[in-house]
Nanobody
Framework: QVQLVESGGGLVQAGGSLRLSCVAS????????MGWYRQAPGKQRELVAR???????NYADSVKGRFTVSRDNAKNTVYLQMNSLKPEDTAVYYC?????????????WGQGTQVTVSS
């Protein structure tokens, strides 16, 4: 079992920055793929960014150049640095992880953290 706890969401003005963190805990040898998804009201959950245990990353086109995903394997923690935020980035952001696979959507989810960007 893997528990994921996010932190760092909040309210920010357009153009501002936020940094999300997600710590994995539980019974596992290591965490492979970790990442972030988001869901805005009335929309489907979508990929924001993912990172493998080896550091390979991929991003949604809408956040490339503005968001950076990183991780600290020793701390089982993944981060999402969000810069130049736009109102359309407003959503609940969910941490996602898998202890067995580096690629694709993981099986474990955090509870979500709200990010609101005001115009």
């Amino acid at each position: 079992q893997v528990q994921l706890v996010e932190s760092g969401g909040g309210l920010v003005q357009a153009g501002g920055s936020l940094r999300l963190s997600c710590v994995a805990s539980g019974t596992f040898f290591s965490i492979k793929g970790m990442g972030w998804y988001r869901q805005a009201p009335g929309k489907q959950r979508e990929l924001v960014a993912r990172i493998t245990s080896g550091g390979w990353t991929n991003y949604a086109d809408s956040v490339k150049g503005r968001f950076t995903v990183s991780r600290d394997n020793a701390k089982n923690t993944v981060y999402l640095q969000m810069n130049s935020l736009k109102p359309e980035d407003t959503a609940v952001y969910y941490c996602n992880a898998d202890p067995d696979r580096d690629y694709g959507m993981g099986v474990y989810w955090g509870q979500g953290t709200q990010v609101t960007v005001s115009s």
